[in-house]
């Protein structure tokens, strides 16, 4: 079914783009090649990319402050992408590690959205209206499992079963947890898609680990070009790079 | 206390496209000009790492920042507007090269049924054919007359394709340069649509196909295929962006000086003229008013119209009298489409943003509408863009959207779905339109534009109509499971949909019905030029950039024209 494709190297990319064969002189293009690994002269350069696939993996907290907030969390993304046959779920993929991250910088504060007031509900049609930044929603909706779990089963999240874990998750995502500033459905959008940011963005975030969501996937992440393949019939089977030179 | 600059021939807002294209036609003309850039300078060397889905598909690194400025947004009159708090439905650009450094490079020439929608709509099919609330007009200009513009840009953006298309306006000269690859996938449409009998053609292409020099000496890649292109910069020069085209043809004159970091906040009239705009550098916080003999508004469609808006220049359009026609005929995009699920593993990851081909059966006026309860169409397309992995998750209607059944239905099908897509054209309602916004302010103390917009039955007849051709041809195609798009109901600005937002600042051959005349000469001021897709009266079945860039170029003829004669142009 699938076949292998040779190697392809910077000497086959600078051929077919016509960068070798002159296009370099005058053109914009040179302080960029310098990320090419060509140096002054128009000439390849070795190429200084590792292809060591361990992961450092780096288990400090950025955002949390207790391990009891952040193992509800990993649960909760485990059970949104959990281990299967397939291979590794949320927490082997580090995606707990990922949204802690993202959760201390400009994506938790909201830096590049619009927050002036005055805030009102509105209609669904327009979208997110909170007065809350994705850190203090995490915050909340992680609380708010907790107490959701003690209620239901009078214990703490992470000491549930699975299917237990799910009824809690499937309440908040029919919006039927009253939450403040925020709606419970919303936040168990933010946690899907912040699951599946961590299990498929480049490994450099801290989630992905060993590209493993990618080779689930079959995508084959930072490729410099497909022009020598883009043509086949059959499915190419490509070993996955990161931008990080794994 | 504004700091008075020296007067310049021509001063620009902003620098994608439009600014681009005049900055350089201008210059080229011995104009002296400036162009100011709200945003910072960008280039290929800063796209050297841009295989990052994450960092500027998913949290727009390249877009505008909407904590400063963004919109309010309602369906109807009666609601209160809300901010647009984070951008989804369509998505701004900022920095050099504007939107046009992360559009895809689908490049097209709207029909010359575009340009005569309400003769040739009226002529076949009386004038009844949809109510007056829906304001068709004829834009003021012709395609013939256009034609040689949109060459022009042909060949500075060196446009890969085909002149296979029967249906479309006459090209007097073939593309630049031939077609892209033509892949697998697009082999699965090419087969299916002509088995059905439609005219399959490769989708014309600003990533460009071979290596290629403009007729300034700008020099573009060949597109590798990388699966990059939309919401990215081309890290080959490879995708025709302004700053790798028309901005270094600027700069290369010696005429053309680009500042940074400069949000103008006003344009500032006098009597039936312009004299300048007022600018805030962002990173000093001082103000400078920058005199021109020549003003020209060449930022996005929302920014162009609320310029306009803030420093009273023109009659703001009122639906209720119907007075007034600055913000009228906002128009969006209407995408009909099916997704397809097929059984065997297909190179979804791999492409490039205009890889595709494209039928053009159920576009414009091509095909009868006697019996039908909508006008116009949209170009039909299959595109191979590169699925990447945080945003393809297809899973079929009804499994669940986590968990172990998600997991493995998403994953399986990474590789194993297709989808067609149309871009629906989109027609003017009476209700749809811009003005500004009374509650909310930009971080500049400016009220934000507010964006009064809904869907309305024309646009939901032809999205049924189109779903269903695009569910038969992916029946043809071979998928196993064929799902075509839900029906619309009301806009809503959650979700990406498109970045085709038109109208607000339209042009025409009167006063009466338009912003600006057939050069985007102001109608109440002759030294003021208002360009973008801001000018077009409806908008068409394919993506705008092709028609912005030709209307750039005829305006950058009129403006070098006015500079020796002044007065009006028309």
Known sequence: MTEKPKNYSRRDFLKTTGIATGALIGGGLIGGLVGLNVDKTGQQVSDTGTTNHGMPTNEGFQFFQNQREFDVLSNATERIFPKDDLGPGAIELGVPYFIDRQLAGQYGSNTKEYMQGPFAVGAKTQGYQSRLTRASIFRQGIAKLEEEANKRFEKGFSSLEAQQMDEILTAFQNDEIPMTGVTSAFFFRLLRTATLEGAYSDPMYGGNRNMDGWKMKEFPGHQMAYINVIEKEKFQKIEPKSLGGM | MATTLPKIDVVIVGLGWTGGIIAAECAKAGLKVIGLERGRKRGTEDYQKIHDEYRYAVRYELMQDVAKETITIRNNRKMPALPMRQMSSFLLGEGLGGSGTHWNGHTWR???????????????YGPNKLSSDYLLQDWGVTYDELEPYFY????????????KNPFWGKRAQDFPTPPMKKTAILKKFEGATKS???????LPSANLSEPYTNPDGAVLNACQYCGFCERFGCEYGAKTSPEVTVIPTAIKTGNFEARFHANVVEVIKSGNKVTGVKYLDTQSGEEFIQEAEVVVLASYVMNNAKLLMVSNIGEQYDPETGKGTLGKNYCYQILPGATGYFEEQMNTFMGAGALGMSIDDYNADNFDHSDLDFI????????QTGYRPIETNPIQRGTPTWGAEF????IYNYTRTLSIGAQGASMPHKENYLSLDSKYKDVYGLPLLQMTYNFTDQDRALHKYITKVTQNIMKEMGAKTVEGKEVITDYDIVGYQTTHNTGG???GASPENSVVNPYLQHWDAENLFVVGAGNFPHNGGYNPTGTVAALAYKSAEGIIKYSKTGGSLV
């Not at chain 2, 059905?196 to 490769?202: H, I, N, T």
């Not at chain 2, 116009?376 to 397309?381: E, F, K, R, Y």
């Open chain 2, 110 to 124: 709207f029909y010359p049924y575009d340009f005569q929608i309400k003769t040739m709509t009226d002529e076949k």
């Open chain 2, 152 to 163: 022009k840009y042909d060949q500075t953006a060196g446009i890969s394709g085909e002149d």
């Open chain 2, 196 to 202: 059905l009998g439609y005219s399959p053609f490769m």
């Open chain 2, 376 to 383: 116009h169409g949209g170009s039909i397309s299959i595109t």
């Open chain 2, 407 to 410: 997991k493995k239905n998403s």
């Open chain 2, 505 to 507: 600042t339209i042009m």
